[in-house]
């Protein structure tokens, strides 16, 4: 490896920083002499903070930007976390590495109470996600749920001063900022299923970099990768993006996949859920969303998008 100097594309949020900051560490640590450097910038999906994510572009708002200065030489490689890349890349980019997956679970971050059980009737729960919100309503249909966009700090902060009763946030995000302390309940995956991804690590680069890729290389974790790549096929063969209620996650059990995907209504008042296992994320996956379209799920999203 000849290149001596990287640069890594990041949103100037804490979250962003620090996972960009952990990537910078861990390459230097893997090639000695090898000097690395941010560039941090403002995405859209920072700016436009008072509107869904599913009604103004969805979760690749985070990424366009970064994208555009890998396209254009401002940057080498970017990082994200997996959850908020899009099934499909745009031509031209990689994934080179998955990996560093920290607990899938999402976190009930609560003031009042002490679990998601405890919470009376009526209270407000913020999330940005429809996954958690029709999972969360699938159990409790009498909770109220409500968006709630910003960063980390942004979010608690609300919290905080009193406009919900509780948020729930990935905890992977809340442990890599030392906040693990803010968690009141870790929601088991079987009560609510993750985001394709959630959890992991990703970096970005571009296709054709092939001296970028082989610098990656050091850092990539076949089994996440392969339980992530399994997960996020069901999203690519359902042709579904963040604005649809869906849950997947894998994992590895004796040599063999285990993949679990649901889909829900908005409202949490049906399910549509899948099963399989195999040697193979393709396969895996395959069987999981045809099984999923079988059961009706091609027409739930058609209703969900008007078409």
């Not at 930007?65 to 396209?71: C, I, K, T, V």
């Not at 031209?92 to 002490?114: M, N, Q, T, W």
């Amino acid at each position: 490896m000849t290149r001596q100097q990287i640069t890594i594309a990041t949103r100037q949020s804490k979250l962003a920083l620090w996972q960009a900051n952990f990537i910078k560490a861990e390459l230097e640590a893997a090639h000695p002499g090898l000097s690395v450097e941010l560039l941090g910038m403002t995405t859209d999906g920072d700016r436009w903070l008072s509107s869904p994510l599913s009604e103004v572009g969805g979760k690749g708002l985070f990424i366009k930007a970064l994208e555009d200065a890998l396209q254009d030489g401002r940057a080498d490689l970017a990082v994200h976390s997996m959850k908020d890349v899009p099934a499909e890349l745009p031509d031209g980019f990689a994934l080179p590495v998955i990996g560093y997956r920290e607990d899938v679970r999402d976190a009930l971050v609560s003031a009042s109470a002490k679990s998601l059980d405890d919470l009376p009737a009526g209270a407000l729960i913020g999330s940005s996600s429809l996954r958690r919100q029709s999972m969360l309503l699938q159990q409790r249909g009498d909770l109220r749920v409500a968006p709630v966009r910003g960063n980390v700090d942004t979010r608690l902060a609300k919290l905080d001063s009193g406009e919900y009763d509780a948020i729930i946030l990935a905890a992977a995000g809340l442990n890599r900022l030392g906040l693990s302390a803010r968690i009141t309940e870790l929601l088991p995956v079987e009560r609510l299923l993750p985001a394709a991804g959630q959890g992991a690590l990703g970096i970005e680069c571009r296709a054709d970099d092939a001296e970028v890729v082989a610098l990656l290389q050091p850092l990539n974790d076949a089994i996440a990768n392969t339980c992530v790549s399994a997960e996020r096929l069901v999203s690519a063969g359902l042709g579904a993006d963040c604005s649809a209620p869906l849950g997947c996650h894998a994992v590895l059990v004796d040599g063999e996949l285990q993949l679990e995907a649901w889909l829900l209504r908005e409202d949490g008042s049906a399910q549509i859920s899948a099963q399989a296992g195999g040697k193979s994320a393709e396969l895996v996956s395959a069987e999981v969303v045809a099984s999923l379209l079988g059961a009706g799920a091609a027409d739930w999203l058609a209703a969900r998008s008007g078409s």
